[in-house]
């Protein structure tokens, strides 16, 4: 085989195994293993690694007011008027490291969430994102979870590559979300519509209303195995992921450094503790490689089908040399008999002589130049 047909051949199986890790790395986030959030937290800060400003902020301040999202599962939630979830597992790591009580705020909704926020009837986000817009009131730790962001459709819809392919469709976020913000931004042509909720997204997503629905790949897969496993899939994943960390008021940078801090301190078994209990088990009926077989057969089918048509294309240019090969011999047996007939034999175009043999040029007494 050529050079070329070699490289074509590379990438192929560099594309694979480049969709094998995005499998992977999908599975693993729903499994409860967050792309990069380990590599994000410094596991060597301790308590010593505070400054005497930081000490005694935390003497003197006894109880920190904690915004959630109420509905948002595994992540955090409200459940019989207590903070659940993957977040407030964290938040009792820092509680304990900290000596200090987080004490959450009761709300319906993100969206009556976020207002807290900016009249400071909280002091931290326990799971958020940084925007523009947020960033006028909040600040933010290091994230400590790192997720995929994904769209998901009806169950008859078609694999989508990125967002650009559904461009001109309806699509649903959750209103007051990080990417509502960051989409609008991005894709002004884009028709999003918000919803108060998750599931309420879905809902509509099911019975056509929107085309499709965007949202992390841990929440919205725990939601449509809950409720939705019959209708709706998960059908590409958007080209970005949600950063996550705690977001503090930005009028209190002593409280931001403190749980920074804390934050960066939370080792690698702990993480994987608390992902496992609230992942983990949830999503067992899919970790199975299926995934990673569909994908391998598609390639093996598509290196298949490239091999029969670089064989085809290689014997055709063969037959094709070939014939070039015996077109120069007859040019080369035609050029010898004129040049060396008896007879005299010119080519005339446009009433000029473009050919002369040797025996025309004797004749006429001209040269052949």
Known sequence: MKKSTYTHILILFITLQTFLSFALNSTNSALGNPINSEEALNKTTTITDF??????????????????????????????????GISADYLNLISQKLGIDFQFVPTETWI???????????????????????KTYLSFTTPY?????????????????????VIHQRIGLVKGY??????????PEMELVEFDTLHDGLVALEKNKIYGFIDNLTTISYE?????SSSIKISGRVNRNWELGIAVRNDDPVLLGILDKAVRSIDSNAIKEIHS????????????????WKILAAFVAVMLLFISRYRKMNSFNRKLQELNMKLRESEDSFRYLVNNAYEGIAIIQNKRVAYANPRMCEMTGYDQN
């Open 277 to 292: 209990k609230w992942i983990a088990v949830t999503y067992e009926q899919q970790s199975n490689h299926s995934l990673l």
């Open 145 to 165: 979870i790192v997720i995929p962001l994904v769209i998901a459709t009806t169950k008859d819809k078609p694999f989508i590559a990125d967002l650009p392919d």
């Open 224 to 228: 449509i195995t809950q409720s939705f």
């Open 178 to 187: 990080a990417f509502t913000e960051i989409l609008r931004a991005e894709y």
């Open 112 to 134: 009556e969430s976020l207002e807290k926020g900016k009249s400071r009837e909280c002091d931290i986000f326990s799971l958020a994102m940084s925007t523009p817009e947020r």
């Open 51 to 84: 400054t005497k400003e930081e000490k005694e902020y935390l003497t003197q301040k006894k109880t920190i007011k904690v915004c959630i999202d109420p509905n948002w599962m595994p992540f955090e939630a409200i459940s019989n008027n207590r903070h659940v």
